[in-house]
């Protein structure tokens, strides 16, 4: 089997993170034994590094003082792992693991094999569940002008769950057959480490929101591809870190869509889209609390600003 390196950047979500932390060693005890488990903590007042060190001390913790964001937190220890080149590195694997998600049996293994069974198969994102065990979407396509439409305006009921959302069909993920998708969600992705060495580290500009989707994007633009591993199966408890902060998550979102959306859209979709975004935050704005308003304005500012 490749060499495993589990990563999990983890922010005041303690108890959710020991329930990650058992599911995942149940789960490597099967699948991956010698597999190397990193927490990166990001500065929790919850007692989360005093928690690992105590119940977990396989693990590797870091513990900054600061809030690092998503993808600085992963990329501490992904440029840590990859920084001497190795002959064995096209046998080496990163999965990076939200603290709020369980993992169940086998997932481990499904996600592994879905990346050795395809040589140009860079990531492979998991078959998401809610915690009462409904379907949660875990795949999407990379996101154009409908996504956000649906995201700032009212949309027919009907639609939301299409192909014009950016979903793919939930027929895909009733089989255990691997297919593939532009993009996983980041809670749980499973990534070859020849292909970040290809295109590089996740972009640190993104603090929160979108750091996977443009890793993703230039994944493919580099030749590589993404899949979904239904068989993969991982609960997940959605937004327990950002719920904290609703407003500044906000804010993070969509500031992130710009740089996300300037970056891999030509001039005529870009204009549109920061048009759209801009009709969109004023909408909001008319409902909206003084701290809200405050957000969309900044959101309106990004978006002019970023080209």
């Known amino acids: 089997m490749p060499d495993l390196t589990v990563v999990i950047v983890s922010w005041n979500v303690r108890e959710l993170l020991a329930s990650c932390l058992r599911s995942l ?31 977990f001390p396989q693990v590797q913790l870091i513990v900054s003082e600061e809030n690092l964001g998503f993808a600085a937190g992963n990329n501490r220890v992904l440029r840590e792992t990859l920084r001497d080149p190795a002959p064995s590195d096209g046998d080496s694997i990163f999965w990076l693991l939200n603290p709020d998600t369980e993992v169940k049996s086998g997932a481990t293994a499904a996600l592994m094999n879905a990346l050795e069974a395809r040589p140009r198969a860079a990531v492979a994102g998991a078959k998401l569940l809610y915690p009462d065990g409904s379907f949660q979407h875990g795949a999407f396509r990379f996101p ?8 700032l305006f009212p949309m027919p009921e009907q639609l939301y769950e299409t192909s014009l959302n950016g979903r793919y069909p939930r027929r895909l993920y009733n089989d255990e057959i691997p297919f593939p998708i532009d993009h996983p969600l980041g809670a749980s992705m499973m990534v070859r480490a020849e292909a970040i060495r290809d295109v590089g580290l996740m972009d640190e500009g993104f603090r929160m929101y979108c750091e996977e989707i443009d890793w993703c994007w230039r994944m493919e633009e580099a030749g590589w591809r993404a899949y979904c591993a239904p068989a993969a199966r991982v609960i997940h408890h959605a937004g327990q870190s950002t719920s904290q902060v609703p407003v500044a998550s906000f804010r993070n979102l969509w500031t992130s869509r710009a740089r996300l959306y300037a970056r891999h859209h030509g001039p005529l979709t870009w204009h549109l889209a920061r048009t759209m975004v801009r009709l969109g935050m004023e909408r909001r704005m008319e409902s909206a609390s003084r701290e809200m308003v405050r957000a969309c304005g900044d959101v309106i500012h990004a978006w002019e600003n970023e080209r």
């Open 144 to 151: 154009g002008l409908m996504q956000l439409a649906f995201e």
């Open 25 to 55: 060693f149940r789960d490597l005890g099967h699948s991956a034994p010698d597999a190397s488990v990193w927490v990166v903590d990001n500065a929790s007042t919850d007692g989360t590094p005093e928690m690992v060190a105590e119940s």
